[in-house]
Nanobody, 121 residues
């Protein structure tokens, strides 16, 4: 059974940085493509970034490209999202996701509980 636990959220001023972590308690972390999504207040959940199971191959939403970096440590079963130059519009609940349901989609089988990121102006 896969269980994803996010951490690292919090309150930060605009221009600051945060690093989110997502720990997978399952045994097959290294087999799965993974992603980060976010849900801003009052809005739909949106894609942020994704990474292939091997760690080679990443994709970003245009809104975070050049500011956020997704990475993974398969030995530690942990996914990361380094967020730099944060903006108030980055305020959202951030979710990690695991096990892409079908190729070339952004639908995932497993989801974490979310961690709040708030960026003050």
């Amino acid at each position: 059974q896969v269980q994803l636990i996010e951490s690292g959220g919090g309150l930060v001023q605009a221009g600051g940085s945060l690093r989110l972590s997502c720990k997978d308690s399952g045994r097959t972390f290294s087999s799965y493509d993974m992603g980060w999504f976010r849900q801003p207040p009052g809005k739909e959940r949106e894609f942020v970034a994704e990474i292939k199971w091997s760690g080679v191959g990443t994709t970003y939403a245009d809104s975070v490209k050049g500011r956020f970096t997704i990475s993974r440590d398969n030995a530690e079963s942990t996914l990361y999202l380094q967020m730099n130059s944060l903006k108030p519009e980055d305020t959202a609940v951030y979710y990690c996701a695991s096990d892409r349901l079908a190729p070339k989609t952004r639908s995932f089988r497993y989801w974490g509980q979310g961690t709040q990121v708030t960026v003050s102006s």
